[in-house]
């Protein structure tokens, strides 16, 4: 069973621009959670999709904004960029809603905001 | 708000010590308890986890957590770490109900051969 993949893995954006990160979850998990993680702060929860409605949303501005799709893939969106977006943003699935199951990960998308 | 807390954020130990991370959260309802781990290079990963039952939990790898609900803790053991047990360790909390799952800080451990 293929895992959570992200793209792209790698990112490198100047202040003031957009970005838009994708995640693939596992083939039948309806959930997908998005984390930004950073040295020292651990993960700072962001948004949790199921079945494409946004079930719960982290102390981030509105600049910060995602969807998911009918097949549960999902987006994020970043506008306006600030160098302290600068981080690696981790997406991750799960079969049921993320508090009562085990979340999957993938490798991250590492954005850079210069 | 919720919060967890994790005590140490480096650990330092010699093949075959003994272990153990505090995590400790603030929510006084009922509560659902992680512990993931993210080996160098590789994606973070579940170690164990508690819904209800034995508050003694058992993962992966002869790693074991104890939940202690007046404490509000779920501290993460392992009675003889291995050099391969370096990583960095998350606690999380979720409260059930939709609420967000909240991740510590981490910690990092380092096992000397």
């Known amino acids: 069973k293929a895992g959570v993949t992200q793209t792209p893995r790698y990112l490198i954006k100047t202040r003031g621009q957009q970005v838009t990160l994708s995640c693939s979850p596992i083939?039948?998990?309806?959930?997908v959670s998005w984390y930004q993680q950073t040295p020292g702060q651990g993960l700072q929860f962001l948004f949790e999709y199921f079945s494409e409605t946004q079930r719960n949303k982290g102390n981030f501005p509105g600049r910060f904004s995602g969807r998911q799709f009918s097949n549960s893939r999902s987006e994020m969106n970043v506008s306006t960029l600030e160098l302290g977006d600068s981080a690696l943003y981790l997406c991750?699935?799960?079969?049921?809603?993320?508090?009562?199951?085990?979340?999957?990960f993938g490798p991250g998308t590492r954005l850079t905001v210069l | 708000a919720q919060s967890v807390s994790q005590h140490n954020h480096h650990v330092i130990l010699s093949e075959a010590a003994s272990l153990e991370l505090g995590c400790n959260y603030s929510y006084g309802g009922t509560v659902n308890l992680f512990w993931y781990v993210q080996y160098p290079g590789q994606h973070l990963q579940l170690l164990l986890k508690y819904f209800s039952g034995d508050p003694l939990v058992k993962g992966i790898k002869g790693f074991e957590a104890e939940f202690i609900k007046s404490k509000f803790s779920f501290n993460l053991r392992k009675p003889s770490v291995q050099w391969s047990d370096t990583a960095e360790y998350f606690c999380a909390v979720n409260a059930p109900g939709g609420f967000k799952t909240i991740f510590g800080a981490g910690t990092r451990l380092f096992v000397k051969a």
């Open positions: 991750a699935s799960s079969p049921g809603l993320a508090g009562w199951d085990e979340q999957f």
């Open positions: 083939s039948g998990h309806r959930s």
